[in-house]
């Protein structure tokens, strides 16, 4: 394994990890213990893409995200906040909704909190009820630059 170090207007530097070539995922603090290195050749318009962020949209699809070990019902939630557009926000019930399971606000939660791709997978998109902030990977502080950065866009 090894990650790349990328430098961005609104989220500071922002570190994707890669495993044999792959996307493993995407971390907001720089990650220990594993060495840093170039971005794999297949993945070098993410880089271009983390780089510019918010001023594009991603360049893959969701179906080309990697998500290798991720539940299917993670994957349902993960694929219906990937539509949320920039700049738009949901809350976790609405997700759940979204998702075919009107019922699992708490469950989408810890999808929330375990996903493998930030900023890619825009969980920054999710607010609490009565439109909260919420918590947040990156801290509620950077959250709140990223709405902010994408509804200017």
């Known amino acids: 394994m090894e990650y790349a170090k990328i430098?961005?207007?609104?989220?500071?530097?922002i570190y994707?990890?890669?495993?044999?070539?792959?996307?493993?995922e995407?971390?907001?603090?720089?990650?220990?213990g594993i060495p840093e290195g170039d971005v794999p050749a297949k993945?070098?318009?993410?880089?271009?893409?983390?780089g510019i962020y918010p001023d594009s949209q991603p360049p893959y699809s969701f179906?080309?995200?990697?998500?290798?070990?991720?539940?299917?019902?993670?994957?349902r939630v993960y694929k219906a906040l990937y539509e949320v557009p920039a700049g738009a926000t949901v809350?976790?019930?609405e997700l759940a909704e979204k998702a075919g399971s009107p019922k699992a606000?708490?469950?989408?939660?810890?999808a929330m909190a375990n996903n493998p791709c930030p900023v890619l997978i825009p969980c920054h998109r999710?607010?609490?009820?009565?439109?909260?902030?919420?918590?947040?990977?990156?801290?509620?502080?950077?959250?709140?630059?990223?709405?902010?950065?994408?509804?200017?866009?």
Request: no cysteine; aromatic share 12%.
């Open 7 to 13: 430098s961005n207007k609104v989220l500071g530097f």
């Open 16 to 24: 994707p990890v890669f495993k044999d070539g792959e996307l493993f």
């Open 26 to 32: 995407i971390r907001f603090f720089e990650p220990e």
């Open 43 to 50: 993945w070098e318009s993410l880089e271009e893409w983390l």
């Open 63 to 75: 179906e080309e995200i990697p998500l290798s070990g991720v539940t299917d019902f993670r994957k």
């Open 91 to 93: 809350s976790y019930a």
């Open 105 to 110: 606000a708490r469950a989408v939660g810890s």
């Open 126 to 153: 999710v607010l609490a009820s009565g439109g909260k902030i919420g918590g947040f990977g990156g801290g509620t502080d950077l959250k709140k630059r990223m709405l902010r950065a994408e509804k200017k866009v």
